[in-house]
């Protein structure tokens, strides 16, 4: 049986892998920092689940968390955990920032090379870092730490596959970057979504198909696809207050 950790689990696109992972007979490591939702995930499964409460938002338990795992032969990695602050810079919570700097960025980080390293001794295995179509593009005004926070994901992993094809490695890499998706990240970055989000159904089958497909930037649903694409023609003048209008909408 092969076996998937998923941090982030308890809820939203973390919570929706752990489903369908469960569904094609993975056993699952879900961490999380509320015990209870994981218990329920947990008692939703027919697969074996083991729990893992831990607070990434603090280095050393991100280092417990590998230390946990040394003996564990992880086959796939979803590298979930994080969320999102909106709101103009000058007002936004320095705190509740550097929280989610802490998350999406340094635990992304010491998790992604703790596993990595783990893999690339057993000879095999894949990892998704959980990004953002934010991390596709140069800024966002409104949400400026957290498409800067994505953007760091998504340059860390796309360097990192060329250095692994380099060195003949097995072991895959691939960053997730979806658009909008219905999920309680709206109520944690307290912003209401200016496009209709996707459901984490969705996203989460099509991540699944990018990982199979050892795809390197995965997009799930073809309005996004085609959205990032029209980014790249767009001067960055233009795009940028395009960006910046989308997301004032956000904030209601």
């Known amino acids: 049986m092969k076996t998937a950790l998923i941090t982030g689990a308890t809820s939203g696109i973390g919570n929706e892998f752990a489903h369908q992972l469960a569904a094609k007979g993975y056993r699952l490591i879900v961490t999380g920092r509320r015990a209870e939702r994981l218990e329920q995930l947990k008692a939703q499964l027919d697969v074996p689940v083991e729990i893992i409460v831990a607070d990434l938002s603090k280095k050393k338990e991100c280092f417990a968390l590998i230390k946990k795992l040394e003996e564990e032969d992880i086959d796939l990695f979803i590298n979930n955990a994080g969320f999102g602050v909106a709101g103009s810079f000058l007002e936004t919570d320095v705190d509740k920032e550097i929280s989610m700097i802490k998350v999406n960025d340094i635990a992304m980080h010491i998790l992604f090379k703790g596993i990595l390293h ?10 998704l870092n959980v990004a953002s179509s934010a991390g596709l593009l140069p800024g966002g005004p409104y949400m400026a730490g957290y498409y800067a926070s994505k953007a760091y994901v998504v340059s860390l992993t796309r360097a990192v596959a060329v250095e692994l094809k380099q060195k003949g490695s097995q072991v895959r890499v691939s960053a997730l970057c979806p658009g909008p998706v219905d999920t309680e990240f ?25 990982i199979e497909r050892n795809k390197l930037i995965i997009v799930p649903s073809l309005r996004m696809k085609l959205a990032c694409t029209f980014s790249h023609l767009v001067p960055y003048p233009i795009l940028m207050k395009l960006t910046a209008r989308q997301q004032k909408k956000k904030l209601g």
């Open 118 to 127: 783990n893999m690339q001794e057993s000879g095999s295995g894949k990892i």
């Open 186 to 210: 709206n109520d944690r970055a307290d912003v209401v979504f200016a496009l209709k989000g996707i459901s984490p159904k969705q996203c989460v089958a099509e991540a699944i198909k990018g």
